[in-house]
């Protein structure tokens, strides 16, 4: 089966600009989740939607960021404007439905943002 | 809330020595656990999990063992090679997947 598909793979912008980037899970899983991995640390979770439902934004800063899952199938996530401190690799995961917290997730290949 | 702690590196290894990679964890309730690889350039693989205590996971020649008396998931290999390279996560679930903050391994020839 077709993986995990993330774009664009890299992006330099500018602070103040904004970005988009876009996921596309593995075909019939319900649950998409999008992570940031800063440089030298471990995957945070942003946000968790089952479906198109947002289940968990806790963590996403929501002055800034926002994410969709039109339809309940590809999801983008956009920063505006962006910080320095937003360069990081951004990672989308899949998994087919709420157990994927049992039995792991499928990742993309992640997109690596700078922000200069 | 469920965490984990990692042992930091890099650790630097021979082809052909032994790997052990710590990881202890914090957690409300029975935890799945995993153990997740980025080789470089690329995203994030899962490498073995264990969902219950003394579960032991194994892929690739690497093994870990859910051992809930001392709250660990310690990641081992009997002989690394340099395509071993890579940074290694340990996770354990809870509303989503924690993630601790990675250990990188440099098998050299």
């Known amino acids: 089966e077709a993986g995990v598909a993330q774009s664009p793979r890299y992006k330099i912008i500018e602070k103040r600009q904004s970005v988009a980037f876009w996921c596309n899970p593995i075909?019939?899983?319900?649950?998409l989740y999008w992570y940031q991995q800063i440089l030298g640390q471990g995957p945070k979770l942003l946000i968790q939607?089952?479906?198109?439902?947002?289940?968990?934004d806790s963590q996403l800063p929501k002055d800034r960021f926002s994410a969709e899952r039109l339809k309940g199938v590809d999801s983008t996530l956009k920063i505006q404007p962006a910080k320095l401190e937003d360069s990081a690799v951004y990672l989308c995961?899949?998994?087919?439905?709420?157990?994927?917290?049992?039995?792991?997730?499928?990742f993309g290949s992640g997109t690596r943002l700078t922000v200069v | 809330g469920n965490s984990v702690t990692q042992m930091e590196g890099p650790v630097t290894l021979s082809e052909e020595a032994f790997l052990t990679i710590n990881c202890t964890y914090t957690a409300t309730g029975y935890p799945s656990l995993f153990w997740y690889v980025q080789y470089p350039g690329e995203g994030l693989q899962l490498l073995l999990k264990?969902?219950?205590?003394?579960d032991k996971g194994s892929n690739k020649g690497f093994e870990a063992t859910y051992r809930k008396e001392t709250t660990s998931f310690h990641l081992e290999k009997g002989s690394v090679q340099v395509s071993d390279s890579a940074v290694y996560f340990c996770?354990?679930?809870?509303?989503?997947?924690?993630f601790g903050k990675g250990t990188s391994l440099l098998v050299t020839p």
């Open positions: 264990a969902t219950k205590a003394d």
């Open positions: 995961a899949s998994s087919p439905d709420g157990s994927g917290t049992m039995r792991g997730y499928t």
């Open positions: 075909s019939g899983h319900a649950t």
């Open positions: 939607f089952q479906n198109n439902g947002v289940v968990d």
């Open positions: 996770a354990l679930s809870g509303y989503a997947l924690n």
